[in-house]
């Protein structure tokens, strides 16, 4: 006899249950790594804002609130960011300083809030971080470039920041009493999708910010000055065309700097091509002439690895690609377009220069060169000198002299028990500060100087 089927819709069969228990070993492993009903809590990194999307990895490790961590002499642990460059432009607005107080040690980790102490604006990626005076609390600001290679501080509550492979230049504002926000940005009118080189600021009375601009194709390149009050452009200085391979003829800025005593512009640029190193040096007044400049030198030998202007010196100071030694030339000695005279006089070892001029030696790569105040300050891998000028009295009357000096311990001065130090790749004056930033290093070196010089070991 046929048996009838049971109908299922009266009598369902019954849901086979797989318990943790009953599962094979394989499966029962890779249950465990699944992730659980309550996922676990979002680590935010201190220097993001509390906006930053979500969708960025959260398994950043947390540091301490207050922002002596991040600016200590020892730098803490490594923080795996992602896609974070390791060249943070650093930035520091210039002011006067005040009067005189006892000063406070930086050793022993400890960083004290000094009698000049001024905000200091860092870059990481394309973020720019802004920490007040006492380096206690810090303000970020994501910006739309994807990394920043210029970065200046015109004042605490704004900061302007720019990138070579992007257009524009990205004004981050900090107010005090809003939000931190990076909305704006200032264009060169002719070629709005030309990116930023280099950039100057002037001090706060004229508010002028100097920038230098090269377009996409590489073909073009000027320097514009905009107004920061109205955010207008305001005269394009030195524009130049290439032409055919001759890229010689038109290279760019990469170096502005401002001398405010002598209302002139400091535009350097040099480019290495088969032949060697050359470069140009040129000296703008804006009041003047926009495409005339006042002087201009084009350097072949032991061309400039760095260049900068001091203005209470009254002086121009180069590090030599080939010598590496540092060279100095008086402003009020300048004349002509720089062909007849060479200008330059060596203040560190001129039988050494002249011998790796000669061997066309490159000691001067990955030199640094900055002017603050009354000295010059040169960075030299991982270690740092200053030159200050000295007056030296004797029977033909007074003489001033400029003598070199190390920040900290030199590199004759390393024993067993210092750390190993890294190249520095940034740096920024501000107040009675120092601030470095080295290679494959996530923190940031502040020396300060409550009387307003910079320490060293004789």
């Known amino acids: ?77 490594r923080i795996p960011l992602p896609r974070v460059r390791l060249l943070p432009p650093l930035s520091a607005p210039h002011r006067p300083p005040p ?93 709005p999708s030309s990116s930023v080189l280099s950039m ?13 601009f090269e ?33 010689e003829a038109a290279i760019p800025p990469t170096k502005l700097g401002w001398l405010a005593g002598h209302n002139l512009l400091l535009a350097a640029g040099s480019h290495s091509g088969p032949a060697g190193m050359v470069g140009d040096i040129r000296l703008w007044d804006v009041r003047a002439s926009s495409t005339v400049p006042v002087w201009e030198m084009r350097e072949k030998e032991d061309c400039f690895a ?20 540092v060279f100095m030339a008086d402003l009020r000695r300048l004349s002509g377009d720089g062909t007849s005279v060479d200008p330059w006089v060596c203040i560190g070892d001129r039988q050494r220069a002249g011998a790796a001029t000669a061997s066309r030696r490159k000691d001067g790569n990955n030199c640094r060169i900055e002017c603050y105040r009354s000295w010059v300050f040169v960075a030299r891998d991982a270690y740092v000198e200053v030159w200050t000028q000295v007056e030296i009295t004797s029977e033909a009357g007074e003489k001033k002299v400029m003598r070199k000096n ?11 028990d210092d750390d190993e130090k890294t190249k520095i790749v940034s740096w920024a004056f501000g107040g009675s500060r120092m601030a470095l930033a080295r290679v494959d290093q996530r923190s940031i070196e502040v020396w300060d100087s409550a009387s307003g010089a910079i320490s060293g070991n004789l």
Not at 242 to 247: K, L, S, W
């Open 200 to 212: 100057a600021a002037s001090e706060a009375a004229s508010h002028w910010l100097f920038a230098s």
């Open 99 to 191: 009067p005189h107080r006892p000063r406070r040690s930086l050793r022993g980790g400890h960083i004290p809030i000094p009698a000049h102490g001024l905000p200091l604006v860092a870059a990481h990626g394309g973020i720019v971080t802004s920490f007040d005076a006492a380096l206690a609390s810090r303000t970020s600001v994501l910006t739309p470039l994807p990394t920043i290679d210029s970065l200046v501080a015109v004042s605490p509550a704004l900061a302007l920041a720019g990138a070579r492979d992007f257009p524009g230049v990205q004004l981050c504002r900090f107010p005090g009493d809003a939000p931190a926000a990076a909305s704006e940005a200032l264009y060169w009118p002719d070629s």
């Open 215 to 247: 377009s996409a194709r590489r073909n073009s390149s000027a320097v514009v000055a905009f107004d920061l009050n109205s955010l207008s452009p305001v005269v394009e200085i030195g524009r130049k065309e290439v032409f055919g391979a001759d890229v």
């Open 1 to 77: 006899r046929r048996r009838a089927l049971p109908d299922h819709r009266s009598h369902p069969l019954p849901r086979r249950r797989f318990l943790p228990s009953r599962l094979p070993r394989p499966l029962a492993r890779r249950r465990a790594t699944l992730p659980r009903r309550r996922p676990s809590p979002v680590r935010r990194h201190p220097l993001l804002p509390p906006q930053w999307p979500p969708r960025v990895p959260s398994s950043l490790p947390r540091s301490p609130r207050r922002g002596s961590a991040l600016l200590a002499r020892r730098p803490p642990p």
């Open 306 to 325: 760095d260049v900068a202007a001091s203005d209470s010196l009254s002086a121009l100071f180069k590090v030599g690609a080939a010598s590496g030694e």
């Open 406 to 416: 190390w920040v900290g311990n030199g590199p004759s001065m390393v024993t067993a």
